[in-house]
């Protein structure tokens, strides 16, 4: 059976293909029923089958199974971020909190990896935020201090360090931060489809049209079937609105990246043959860079409103156009026709940067809006919302609901309209890291 998604995103073309999908079909009754196959419900899965065993469990996504915003995105595990408004001692407390989140997010990654001997490129090499704009500098000093007191690992660099280890003059100013990990999130994501348990049946290509509740039951409608089910687990992420669960409280953006060829023997020392590394603009709306470990170099510097979760040839060929002249602002002295890939994908958000985890009802749960950091939170939250449905409360638990829940944003026409105003502000500041 043919997928529903492109073909075109480059972390999938170094990857078995998977040929198979089953779309729901008919009458079905379920104990439990997962919407959406990404990250997030792939972790739910696994840990709903291993926590009932004896259950009928079933995982339903609108594309094919991993191949959206999971498989899609820039393939960072952060400990850090640095646009989320933290920068007082008023904030410091809710700062830490959120990155002990984010290192139980990286924690419970790594637990998958190493339980299921998986291989995804795992690299402990940090990440830097980075700007072309020394200006940042005392931006970046700012972070430094926060970054101190809450005993994040890091190192202002300057401009003759980032030479040296990206192999690019156009950085004038940095912060690494050690406890970052670089991966390749497809490799990732597929693992976690073979890591099913025996007792979960995965439907593909199967987009939700409607559901309801009736007394205890829960009836959800697809194109050629329906599902009746005991109790329903939300895992769909940025297109949580699109079926009117915790409207007004998050957003989708729709994102594009490039990734290049591997370079040559020739064009690696061109750039003074570095290993491994990730940046991240100081600026919102600032590109997203990574060298691979096979050499290759990823971009992602669009971001928009779009009715669309894909853009048509036309204007995708005006985003590769963007990202080939990120590429040539970085790396002068390679050639412009070095990008392989270029492909789009989903991302959620919230107004404060915060995410979804709520109890909805007696069996209604939903998890999501990771604004950009789905691959840890995304493994965390799967697995605790899973817990949550079960009954178990945990300490992770107990972290997650500490944390602040997603403000109020308002309706459409006006919350597009404000989105795109903020992007176009950003875009404004971020001109030169583009």
Not at 17 to 28: C, D, M, V, Y
Not at 33 to 48: C, F, K, Y
Not at 269 to 292: C, D, Q, Y
Request: aromatic fraction near 8%; charge should be positive.
């Amino acid at each position: 059976m043919e997928p529903i998604n492109d073909a075109n995103c480059g972390w999938l073309h170094g990857i078995e293909k998977r040929n198979q999908a089953e779309r729901i079909k008919g009458s079905h009754t379920a104990d439990y029923l997962i919407v959406g196959a990404g990250i997030t419900g792939l972790s739910a899965a696994r840990q709903l089958g291993k926590l009932k065993p004896n259950k009928k469990i079933l995982i339903v996504d609108a594309q094919r199974c991993g191949e959206g915003a999971s498989s899609r995105n820039s393939g960072y595990l952060v400990e850090s971020t640095l646009n989320d408004g933290f920068v007082s001692n008023k904030k410091l407390e809710g700062y830490r909190e959120k990155t002990n989140m984010y290192r139980n997010g990286i924690k419970a990654v790594k637990n998958f990896i190493d339980n299921h001997q998986v291989e995804c490129d795992w690299n402990e090499c940090g990440k830097y935020y980075a700007s072309s704009d020394i200006k940042d500098k005392n931006r970046l000093i700012e972070f430094s201090k926060t970054l101190e007191s809450i005993d994040i690992n890091h190192k202002l660099l300057n401009e003759s360090d980032l030479k040296n280890r990206l192999g690019t003059n156009f950085y004038k100013t940095s912060i690494y931060t050690k406890g970052d990990v670089m991966l390749n999130p497809a490799k990732l994501t597929r693992s976690m489809i073979k890591a099913l348990p025996n007792n979960i049946r995965l439907f593909e290509n199967s987009k939700l049209i409607k559901w309801n509740k009736s007394n205890k039951i829960i009836n959800c409608f697809f194109e050629n079937g329906s599902v009746a089910t005991s109790n329903i687990i939300f895992c769909t992420n940025g297109f949580l609105n699109s079926l009117k669960i915790n409207s007004n409280y998050s957003f989708p953006l729709l994102l594009t990246a490039s990734m290049t060829r591997p370079l040559t023997n020739d064009e690696f020392k061109s750039i003074g043959s570095p290993k491994e590394w990730g940046v991240l603009s100081v600026r919102p709306m600032g590109a997203t860079v990574r060298l691979t470990a096979d050499k290759r170099i990823l971009i992602r510097n669009t971001a928009e409103v779009s009715a669309s979760s894909t853009l048509n040839q036309k204007k995708m060929q005006i985003r590769k156009q963007l990202h080939q002249s990120g590429i040539r602002k970085r790396f002068p002295s390679l050639s412009d026709g070095i990008i392989e890939s270029t492909w789009s994908g989903i991302a959620c958000r919230s107004g404060n940067a915060t995410q979804i985890f709520q109890k909805k009802d007696n069996n209604i749960y939903i998890a999501g809006c990771f604004n950009g950091s789905g691959l840890g939170l995304g493994t965390l939250f799967g697995e605790q919302i899973a817990n949550k449905a079960c009954g178990n409360e945990t300490e992770e638990i107990k972290l997650i609901e500490k944390s602040k829940s997603p403000n109020w944003i308002p309706p459409e026409p006006f919350l597009s309209l404000g989105i795109r105003l903020r992007l176009m502000k950003d875009r404004f500041h971020a001109a030169s890291d583009t």
